[in-house]
């Protein structure tokens, strides 16, 4: 959408939630224009959760590429309307 070239990965929370539940999303990391170091990332909200680390990964492992690029569509509009209403920039962090 932005014309960016992207990693994605997943991740998974540490330790369980209070209710013994663990959260994944996904994380996409933005690199460079000449595509040699990263610049930014983005992540989604939690997307899956489980009583096991595994279990919570298991629905992204089981994302198409198309249903990933959506979710990255909808970071990069998000990080959009943040930025319109910060009037900055993102980075890490």
Known sequence: ????AYSVGTFVDE???SAGRYGAA???VRWSEAGD???AHLETDYLAWGVTPAEALAPLAALTLVEVKAH????????RRDKGA???GAGWG
């Open 1 to 4: 959408m932005d014309g960016r």
């Open 15 to 17: 330790a369980p939630d």
């Open 26 to 28: 996904l994380l996409f």
């Open 37 to 39: 170091r990263p610049v």
């Open 72 to 79: 990255l569509d909808r970071c990069i509009e998000l990080e």
């Open 86 to 88: 910060r009037g900055g």
